[in-house]
């Protein structure tokens, strides 16, 4: 576990407190761009949920487009402008404890938001386990296979996340802890996030294996149209190829049965728990909280596994998407199939 | 006290072979003589980099017998053709000693132009391929004017466009991040399934044999008319049935897998395109006389603000092409489109092809050779199954040596006098 | 001053008239002040010390400087020469002190650079590699190749090159920026020849020399400068070198006229040619 | 016909102001003049970047009134010293002509072996800070040697180091991931929470503008004594008094908030030896000698590979130690240590500065003033509430702004002739 | 080929001694089989053509080419030269054709290159101002600030820098390239006295130069080079400026015998001087 400075009074005791009444500024922090979610969903959903329980409240809100240097530098600029909470989603969990450190410093509590943020310093987590994340996959790639009745033994292809990312580190993690005692074998791996790269490694691997690959397990949506485009160009059967985020393209995919799974997360459900806890710990009021994590007060997010005939009840239920959104022209006939209206 | 000249001058029968200190061939055998000397010396153009690139092929051959099949090159053939269509446009750049940083954000850029307009407006196909180019050729133009108006150096300005233009890219993609584009469009199987019928092929290779040997005997006719020194008759034959004999073993053993792609076929195009415009057009001696010395450029009478306009313009725009045709091969535009290696693969490419930082030297077939080295060590790396620190370390450290054989056969041309 | 022009011209307009040019680069003013004419058919010889601003004028009048002062005019109609096409388009060829030629480029692409016989998308290289043979030819210039980069010349075979440069256009004013300063005794008479044959063309000629027995041979008439303004204009034939040279060091009493008295003792030998 | 010069020559009375046509100063208020008459001209060094500096300052002021507050520039002096160390690194290759693209990874690699020897192998501190510089002097030496040796171009090797180092990088921190440095570590205390007492701060300047007036009355009598030109005696003084006041009052402003970062002042520190460097040693001399005319430089006897041997060692250098400034400023080094902007900030703050891509022109003050102005846009923007889109598109926008500014005043300065 | 030694110095082991010398760039040789000696005390006049290997063969001395076959003896022991630094540790100072100066660096940057005053870690500035002056006013040159780049020096200004910078060490053989062909009268003069002010004090000289009124009016012999090799050897005295034109251009009938012959009824004006 990582050091920290000498133990400093929990933060939550000292915060001067500031009323619903007069508002106050919240800082949101989130990790990166590529990532539709953040600006697409998390934004927004949490926007909303401040201007309802709090209209005079406002939020600052930064981006750190995949640097955790930027994110400090983010963090820094917002306490100077004196908000009373920070919700960090980190792009590096570990990083993110120098940003922890100087808020409490500045009697500014945190929350981890999404990710873990490892120091003992949080006021609270509202998390996004990762490696469950990658369980959820590699859970589903090994039924589909199962299902399908691929013998154990054959071969998965993974394009997993960038080594430079830390949360692809944990996803991968959870994935290989289900592939691998179901018996199936890891053909090929390549860490990237880079959809050419991954599309060029997938045509390498069908050039090399052909139709020994069973499924493509695929960290993310973005590798995942990049395997699909691969095997589309080889003219291969499209085999199970798994995703996460539930991006709009990916979805589309699915219902048009060329992707196969994809994780998402309730975010709207994630982001009104972070203001809640938020605007309390501001008030200096101590959240309830169901769970702990390392000691520290936290909410867990479950993700969810998307497939063809879950769209509706998850994504389209939960209003990410709008039907007309998904169910362009080329989709439509995918989406009455699948009873999305 | 010697006042008669020792020397006797030869007897001389064209007007650029008469100096008595000049080595030069005069016939079939001799110009042989000639170009095995001259390889000795090590004076041999773009030969360095294809046996940096035969020796890549010769190590992960023999690491992994898929490399030279014939379906792992027709995938490394289309894997160049998107890249190296925007080295292409980088080279044009590096002839004037400018830089382009900015292809990347561009090629992303165009391609969310593509599936916003045709997937999600569902304008015409047409229409969302021209409306990237256009804004390439916008984005050139600014980078121009900023450059002959107010004299912003190219990297500052293109750096600029790089952050500028990924802006545009999230913007537009904003609300929905990724777009599909279908499988059944032309841009998609143009990139992923599109490739000339055998017999096409056979039939185009004859007409690209047929037609240089009728170029070549056409020229050295007219060189010898005028009194000028030429490349034998027979020589020409001889290079001629070479090629046809060489192109046609290639397309075949293409035509063993999915055969000639229509993408690569396009790239090579673009290529022969832009060769041609640097060394037989007057724009392509002004880009060189410009890159060499730009006051000279300008003292000769040339508009040297129109080149800089056309090549930001070319460079853009090819790098708005690449990336319509990255789009297609991977069936989508996303945030990330563009924003990967792009940018250093495409500069790298026309770097390692032998196209100088520094303008002034340079030519449209380095972008062909360097991205050719640069998706070979890839695809070999694909073929083996290797962690990621360790295939970082084998690409820098490949990727150098390539360019030590051609550094080291340079060096010893220089050691000759004729660098 | 006297009035300097030969007599046949006396009446006739200048080609070419420049008047009160003024040119500072930061805090040096390089030129103040400077009038300068040229005639058809005339040869100028414009001399001065290094440093003069003989260049600088050379500069101005073929458009790749900007004067910050004073006029020109062509013909006797104001112009303004504001880059180096304008200057061309004139009739204005000029060759630079410093040469400018395109290193990376070879013989036959510098002497057509921007003038590319052919059609606009295919050269006709073979014409431009034949015409330059015959251009060099009549410099008796010693080239081996046409088809290697200027940069890989000897100083003459560059001086050369710049030279017939000009000869390719078809200019009505010729300005030669110390044409002979590399070339060797052959290529000197050559280019001598040259400019009194382009002098019978009718065109006018500037010529800037620091070798004052070549421009006592072919002048018509002198331009001295001194620390960038006139400092005498003369008729070649009524002027001595002790005369010019005074002019251009500014005192009778100078490192030239020191040395010749020096050497009045030494062999008769050096004094035996002014070629 | 006139031969009597018609120039009467002025009396003179120093050996470098005899020549009639230079117009110079000789007194103090004729300094003033001549120096309102330069910027006047646009001749004025390196302040049209401060202008743009200035500019960006006044805008992102009015837009938040934070932006100048003290905690806020605080804040933007740390932000700015790590990069800031490495551009001063860039500044030297750039200065030779040369690039080096393998900063960003160096940077990053250094982090990873001072988080690695010292927290997981607890070794001392002293050791795990030392071992990345002498890994970055390894690394250094290795292009220059492929630079020397086989002529492969920095381009090439530098963008294999950049690849082959990642993999260095990720393969040692490989099984965990990032790591933590202790909060209470030297390193992390350096980076985060070491400032200047007031009290020493205030002397410091005083120090700094006694050092100032000192040196410029010893060298400007010197020069007198010389019978040369030199700056007068009231022009001293009233600068050194200017110096003085200007600084206290910055110093003072500073520690209202927390004060003056010690991190910061390395990074003066450094700027300061490596300009003295350049500026007064044989070395540097060398320097822009190669910079300017390698061949020339080789001529006149200087060592050349050695120079470019220190060049490439001292980029390299300074970029890990930039990288171990980073990671005690973030108190961690993780997978992405340096992947991020770092190369292209540290590159573009060299360019921003004045330093040009082409060898030869530059400062180690470029380092500082460009890296000012890319963190002042960043620390800016993130004061005000965007979107990332619209981030880009600033930050693309105003670092272009930025430069029009300096080129439009360098420009006019080629206008007059002094380019 | 006669002994073309001075007397006084045909017992002389030569200070420099080169033999069968040979230099290939690509397909052209510029030198085959090159003799040259020079002592102590002596001038050298090297000429040639245009392209005759002149310069080739100075940078070959200097160390900044290498020869493709030959040998060097200096002080009568065989050597190496492989790089300008032994050059000038041998005590060889060059002036190149091309100048080769920093055109970034200022003109005392470029005068003292490479041999700055004071200690490597402060260099001393004003001495090396100081002492720039001086040498500057030794050759009479006329620049106004030894502070700007010499980028934006003219012609023979840079020409008088380059030139200096060989007065800066302590060769015993300085190599000239063509070092007046842009200078002045004044300055001309001022150099031709400092060769001699250099023979004079022991220094072996090599001058290059196209201007035979010069070299016959310093020199103690005349090595011709024609197309890359020896052409003839003189001593100066003893041969007329048409026998080193012949030699030069290979034929009795020449360019410049032709044109002398086309002015022999001009003006005397030019016979004049020969400075
Ligand atoms: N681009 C420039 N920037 C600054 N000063 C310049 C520039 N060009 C010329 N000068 C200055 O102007 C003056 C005149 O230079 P110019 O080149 O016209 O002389 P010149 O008469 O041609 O001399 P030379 O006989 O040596 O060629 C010189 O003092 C020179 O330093
Ligand atoms: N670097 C080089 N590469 C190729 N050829 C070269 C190179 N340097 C010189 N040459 C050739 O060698 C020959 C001799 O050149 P050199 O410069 O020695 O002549 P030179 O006698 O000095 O002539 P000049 O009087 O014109 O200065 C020329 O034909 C030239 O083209
Ligand atoms: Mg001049
Ligand atoms: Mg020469």
Not at chain 2, 253 to 275: E, H, P, W
Request: hydrophobic fraction near 50%; glycine fraction near 8%.
């Amino acid at each position: 576990a990582p050091e920290s400075g000498p133990a400093e009074p929990g933060p939550s005791e000292t915060t001067q407190a500031v009323s619903l009444e007069t508002g106050f500024k919240i800082g949101l922090l989130l990790p990166d761009e590529s990532s539709t979610r953040y600006e697409t969903q998390d934004r927004p959903g949490f926007e909303a949920a401040v201007k309802a329980a709090c209209p005079k409240c406002e939020v600052l809100y930064a981006n750190a487009n995949q640097d955790a240097a930027k994110q400090q530098q983010q963090a820094n600029s917002m306490l100077t402008q004196g908000v009373k909470v920070l919700v960090v989603d980190p792009w590096d969990g570990v990083a993110a404890a120098a940003i922890v450190d100087q808020a409490v410093a500045q009697k500014v509590p945190v929350i981890a938001y999404d990710r873990l943020i490892k120091s003992p310093q949080l006021s609270y987590i509202i998390s996004n386990n990762y490696e469950k994340v990658g369980e959820l996959q590699g859970q589903a790639l090994v039924e589909k296979l199962k299902a399908d009745n691929v013998p154990a033994g054959s071969g998965i292809v993974m394009l997993n996340g960038a080594t430079t990312d830390n949360n692809a580190v944990n996803i991968r993690k959870g994935a290989l802890s289900q592939i691998e005692p179901a018996g199936y074998k890891v053909l090929a791996h390549i860490e990237t996030w880079d959809g050419p790269t991954a599309e060029k490694f997938a045509s390498s691997q069908i050039a090399k294996f052909g139709t020994k690959i069973a499924a493509f397990y695929s960290a993310n949506d973005g590798n995942a149209l990049a395997a699909i485009a691969a095997m589309n160009a080889a003219g291969m059967k499209l085999v199970p190829t798994t995703g996460l985020d539930a991006t709009l393209a990916s979805v589309q995919s699915i219902l048009a049965g060329q992707q196969y799974m994809t994780v998402y997360n309730s975010f709207k459900g994630e982001a009104e728990q972070a203001v809640k806890v938020a605007l309390d710990l501001a008030q200096g009021k101590t959240p309830t909280s169901t769970d702990t994590v390392d000691g520290i007060p936290a909410f867990l997010q479950q993700p969810q596994a998307v497939t063809a005939d879950t769209v509706a009840t998850t994504v389209v239920k939960d209003g990410v998407y709008k039907t007309s959104d998904i169910c362009t022209t080329q989709y439509a006939a995918a989406c009455t199939a699948h009873n999305i209206k | 006290m010697s006042l008669k000249s020792p020397i006797a001058s030869p007897a001389t029968q064209t007007l650029d072979r008469h100096d008595e200190r000049l080595q030069a061939a005069t016939g079939f055998i001799d110009e042989l003589r000639m170009t095995g000397r001259r390889i000795r010396r090590g004076d041999i153009g773009s030969l360095p980099v294809i046996i940096g690139l035969v020796i890549i092929a010769a190590v992960f051959q023999t690491l992994n017998p898929l490399f030279l099949s014939s379906i792992n090159l027709v995938n490394l053939m289309l894997d160049s053709a998107a890249v190296g269509t925007i080295a292409v446009g980088v080279v044009l750049v590096l002839l004037l000693a400018q830089i382009d940083l900015s292809i990347g954000s561009v090629s992303g850029f165009a391609a969310a132009i593509l599936a916003v307009t045709f997937v999600q407006l569902g304008w015409p196909l047409w229409v969302a391929l021209t409306l990237p180019l256009a804004m390439g050729a916008a984005v050139g133009a600014i980078y121009a004017l900023l450059f002959l108006r107010f004299g912003v150096p190219s990297f500052v300005s293109t750096l600029g466009g790089l952050l500028a233009i990924l802006g545009f890219q999230l913007f537009i993609l904003g609300t929905n991040g990724s777009i599909n584009l279908p499988f059944d469009s032309f841009i998609v199987r143009f990139a992923q399934k599109m490739f000339l019928a055998p017999v096409t092929s056979y039939v185009l290779v004859v007409v690209v044999a047929v037609v240089y040997v009728g170029f070549a005997l056409t020229s050295a006719a007219k060189r010898r008319r005028n009194g000028l020194s030429a490349s034998s008759v027979p020589g020409i034959w001889v290079r001629g049935i070479l090629l046809l004999v060489g192109l046609e073993a290639a397309v075949w053993y293409l035509n063993q897998s999915r055969g000639v792609a229509v993408m690569f076929l396009f790239f090579l195009g673009v290529i022969g395109v832009v060769a041609w415009a640097l060394r037989r057009t007057r724009w392509g001696r002004a880009m060189f006389a410009i890159g060499g010395n730009v006051e000279a450029a300008r003292r000769a009478g040339i508009r040297v603000g129109r080149i800089y306009l056309t090549a930001f313009i070319l460079s853009s725009v090819l790098a708005a092409a690449g990336g319509l045709m990255a789009a297609g091969r991977l069936a989508a535009a996303t945030l990330s489109s563009g924003t990967g290696d792009v940018n250093l693969d495409a500069i790298a490419a026309a770097v390692i092809g032998g196209t100088s930082l520094f303008g002034g030297r340079g030519s449209a077939q380095s972008a062909l050779l360097g991205i050719l080295v640069i998706e070979a060590i890839a695809s070999g790396l694909n073929l083996l199954n290797l962690d990621s620190s360790i295939r970082f370390m084998i690409t820098g450290g490949v990727l150098v040596l390539a360019v030590v054989v051609d550094s080291l056969s340079r060096r010893s041309r220089a050691a000759h006098g004729t660098a | 001053m006297i009035d300097t022009k030969p007599p046949a011209l006396a009446d006739q307009r200048p080609l070419l008239s420049l008047r009160g040019i003024s040119k500072a680069f930061g805090a040096v003013s390089a030129l103040t002040d400077v009038d300068l004419d040229v005639h058809a058919g005339e040869i100028v010889a414009l001399v001065g010390d290094n440093g003069a601003g003989k260049s600088t004028l050379v500069k101005i009048l073929a458009g790749a400087h900007a004067a910050d002062a004073g006029s020109i005019q062509w013909n006797g109609e104001p112009v303004t020469i504001s880059s180096p096409l304008e200057a061309q388009q004139l009739g204005i060829a000029t060759v630079y002190q410093d040469l400018a030629l395109c290193d990376n480029l070879d013989v036959v692409q510098n002497l057509f650079l921007g003038r590319e016989t052919g059609s606009a998308f295919a050269m006709d290289e073979v014409d431009m590699e034949k015409r330059s043979w015959g251009l060099l030819a009549q410099l008796s210039a010693k080239i081996p190749s046409v088809r290697i980069p200027v940069a890989s010349l000897s100083g003459g075979q560059r001086q050369t090159v710049a030279i017939a440069r000009s000869l390719v256009g078809e200019p009505s004013v010729v300005i030669l920026d110390e044409p002979t300063a590399a070339l060797g005794v052959a290529q000197t008479a050559e280019v001598l020849n040259l400019v009194e044959r382009l002098r019978d063309h009718g065109l006018g000629v500037i010529l800037i020399s620091h070798n004052m027995a070549n421009v006592q041979n072919v002048s018509d008439r002198i331009v001295v400068l001194r620390l960038g303004r006139n400092n005498g204009a003369f008729r070649t034939r009524d002027v001595s070198y002790e005369d010019i040279v005074t002019a251009i060091t500014g005192a009778a009493d100078n490192s030239v006229t020191k040395r010749a008295a020096a050497h009045s003792t030494t062999t008769g030998a050096a004094k035996e040619q002014s070629r």
